[in-house]
Each structure stands twice: as C-alpha cells, then as structure tokens.
C-alpha cells in the first residue's frame, strides 16, 4: 500500500487563537523541547512508513487566509500524489498536535472498507483525515469538491491517546508543560544532566544559576551568573538568559535575549514579543534591554560560564 | 474623587491632567495649564497608551513643570498604558523622586494589564507591593526607605 501524505500548517494565531496576520509562524512552527510541532509530527509519519509527505502553508500567497493561492497549491499536490499511484492519502492540518497510532490507524481504515476515515477524539474531529486515492482519481470536479463529497459519510477513527488542540499560545504552553512530565510522546533534543533536567548540545550554564527540574535548555542557550529556571520551564535553542533573572513557569523561544534581573513568569518569549497567559495580553518590546531577537544590535556573547555539558554546578531536582 | 491618605481634600482645588494618545511633538499639548488653586491640590494624571522612550522625554519635562509646586499630591493612573518599557519605569521613579523631593504624595492607580505585566517582568510589582489583590498603591508608603534616603540627602 503507498501511502502519501499531505501536511497543512495553518495560520498563525494569537493570544485567544483567532487568526494573527502580524505573526511570523505558526504554531505548529515554534519549537517544543528542541524541534517544532511541525517536525515531530512529520517525524511521526516517517516513523510508520509515511516518507512520501508533502508540506503546504495556509499562509501561502498574499491572498486571503486559506485563500485561492493556498487551494491552488493543494490541488496541484494532491494531483501529484494521484498520478504517482498513491493508493491512500493521508490530510492532515497541524492545528493540534496528535499522538497518533498512523499504523492502526491505516490498518482502521482500510479494514473498514470506506471511503475516507476521519479522527476523533472526546472533543471531536482532530483535523486528520484518510482517504482512498482511488476515489479522489476518478471523482468530477476539483479534488476539492471531490473530498467534500466524501467528508459527508466517513467512519470514524476514536483516539484515545495524547491530543492537544494548540489553539491558542496556552496550549502551547501546556503542550511544553505535558512533553517535560512526560505526558507526551515528546523526547527532548538534548541529554538529560540530571533528573528531569535536559541539555541541548553546546549551552552553557553559569555555575551560579540555579535549574529546577523538570526543565529543558535547548542547543546554544546560554544561561548566566545567577539565573533562576523553574517551574517546568523550557529554554529552547540559542538564547541566553541575562544574569539574575527568573524564568517561572514558562516558555523562551529559540533566539531570544532575555535582559538581566527580570522575571519572566507565566508567559511565552519569543524574540522581542511576550505572551502573559495568565493576563491575556501580548506585549512588543523595543527595548534591547528586556526583551530582544538575538542578533538585533547584541552580539553574541563571549562564554563565562562554568558549567559544561558534562560539569558540574547547582541543579535542583 | 477619592481621599488620598485620608488627607482632607479640597474637591474645588482638584485638578486634572490627561495625555491623550500623543504624537512626537505634540506632548506641550497634552497636559491641560493647571490653573494657581491652593498649596492642597490634587493632580491626577492618566498616562497615555505608549509611555516608552519616544515620548518619555518629553512627557518628564512637561510634568515637572507640572511637579514644581510645594507638597504636590500626584495621582498616576495607568488605566490606559498599552506600551511601556524601562524608559516608561524610569519616568515613574523621576515622578516619585521629584514629588518626594517637595515633599508631597504619589500613588499608582488603575494599572492596566500591559502596564502590570511590565511591572512583574521588571520586578518592580515586588518593590511597589502590587499584587492582584491590590492594584492601588502610595508609592510613598511603598518606596519608604526611599524616602527617608531622600529626605536625609535633602537635610
């Protein structure tokens, strides 16, 4: 059976999850314990024989949002797939992120002899869809139209295993949350120095910062003199955390400076922008001395650090 | 308009200052003349949407203008802060330094959630005693040792 796959990554979206046009990605494109949603979902796929994988953004084109340039790009893929004699095809949109059996769930679908088979969990429909290609070969109209005939009368596939829907930025903080105690199937990209506490290679940790496991600081970061990380927080790759400052109960995102003696807490980083979860609010900041991209005006650093991959230094359990 | 320290307050002699969304150059504008009332008055000021480097030299300049009176009492609403940064907590503390140096009162009031959140980011929720329980504070009260560092330097 060849199998086919076609990956959408959708809009970027704020705070409260309606869609943001400001943004510069997606969800599914920001990183969680060293590698983004996007690519721990294609590593899925591969991991049961799906190698044949097409990516496609909603955002593509500067037309409106799921616009004709997007479809366009969908349909010329699916034909692709179409004619290349994929019997399967798998649709799959990363707004949430699923934890999905793709064997038993091929196995579901061609055992139940329909048409297209759509994933379910308690909430309801997971964004994943598997459809016979035969069908979508032969059908009129645009594939488009051929799959919405479908979509009326497809079986469904309940899931019961590890979901998150990861519409809004508290999503995705939980998704980072649920992968450091383990209620995800999300390995960190790093080794584990000490209980619960993973280092990408090449970060540094001053010998006088204090980490609190579970936690993660990804490839590159750097962490100086007197930096508290706790509450199930995740440093991901190439950032650095200024001296004296906590960072409480949330996410930084790859490549952002944090400046010294602040508190970042409850709230994800991501370059010059912070994301408060508990107050809803989205902050911009043009000031170098808060909250920064790395490399917008800081160089990067000369080491001080103590700490080496494989050194010693204060590490809370 | 409500007591401040349990001073009594002369609601004639209240005064109001506002910025109104400002552009470059137009902060002369933005706080109304006060009118001479007497050495009790009130000053109320609502900081505008974007309190950051752009606008704060300007707005200090034209509020210790405002400041230059003995014993101001100065209230600083933050209602409708969408924007600041250290140069919006730098103006803060020259307000507090200036009033504490005529030896008048401060207080923070209606702290919007962008204005909170850079307060906790920069730790300064802690020094000035803000919590989700109390979003009002006398920056006097809070900043005491500051105070008394000041007056000593005065004496």
Redesign the interface.
């Known amino acids: 059976m060849h199998v086919g796959a076609i990956v959408t990554i959708p809009n970027a979206v704020g705070l409260d999850g309606s869609p943001d046009r400001n943004a510069k990605t997606s969800i599914a494109g920001w990183e969680v314990l060293g590698s983004s949603v996007l690519n721990r979902v294609l590593e899925r796929l591969r991991v049961f024989g799906i190698g044949d994988i097409a990516v496609l953004s909603e955002q593509h084109g500067t037309s409106a949002i799921g616009g004709e340039a997007f479809w366009n790009l969908w349909e010329s893929n699916v034909g692709r797939y179409v004619s290349y004699g994929v019997s399967v095809l798998v649709l799959a949109r990363v707004g949430s992120y699923t934890e999905l059996d793709f064997g038993d769930l091929l196995r579901f679908h061609r055992e139940g002899q329909s048409l297209l088979t759509e994933v379910h969990d308690q909430q309801g429909p997971l964004e994943v869809v598997v459809v016979n290609a035969a069908h979508l070969r032969d059908g009129n109209g645009s594939y488009r139209s051929r799959l919405r005939n479908v979509l009326s009368k497809p079986q469904q596939y309940r899931f019961a295993g590890y979901s998150n829907r990861l519409r809004s930025v508290s999503d995705f903080r939980r998704l980072a949350k649920d992968a450091l105690l383990g209620r995800a199937a999300i390995r960190p990209f790093g080794e584990e120095i000490a209980p619960n506490v993973w280092m990408g290679e090449g970060a540094q940790i001053d010998a006088s910062a204090l980490v609190e496991g579970p936690a993660y600081i990804g490839q590159d970061s750097r962490i100086r003199a007197g930096v508290r990380i706790c509450g199930m927080s995740a440093v991901e790759q190439r950032c650095e955390i200024d001296c004296g400052t906590t960072v409480d109960d949330s996410c930084v995102m790859p490549k952002t400076y944090v400046g010294p ?5 409850g709230a994800v980083a991501a370059e010059n922008t ?1 994301f ?1 979860l508990r ?3 989205k ?5 170098r ?2 909250l920064s991209a790395i490399g917008a005006g800081r160089g990067w650093l000369p080491p001080t650090y103590l700490w080496s991959q494989r050194g010693s230094g204060r590490l809370v359990q | 308009m409500e007591p401040i320290l349990n001073l009594p307050v002369n609601l004639d002699a209240v005064t109001c200052a506002t910025w109104p969304n400002v552009a470059l150059g137009d902060a002369k504008e933005a706080i109304q003349p006060l009118p001479e009332t007497s050495n009790l008055c009130t000053v109320v000021v609502n900081l505008p949407g974007r309190v ?2 752009k606008e704060v030299r300007m707005l200090m300049r034209d509020l210790k203008a405002e400041l230059a009176v003995d014993q101001p009492c100065v209230v600083l609403d933050l209602r409708d802060v969408k ?1 600041m ?3 919006g907590l730098d103006l803060l503390l020259r307000c507090v330094a200036e009033t504490i140096r005529r030896d008048g009162t401060i207080r923070l009031r209606g702290i919007s ?2 204005a ?3 307060l ?4 300064m929720d802690q020094i000035l005693g803000l919590s989700p329980e109390n979003t009002e504070v006398d920056l006097g009260i809070a900043l005491q040792d500051v105070v008394e560092a000041e007056r000593s330097l005065a004496a």
């Open positions: 003696g602040l508190n970042v807490s912070l408060h107050r809803n609010v902050l911009q900041f043009n000031d001395r808060l | 950051t480097a924007e940064d250290s140069a959630p962008e909170a959140t850079v906790e980011l920069t730790g």
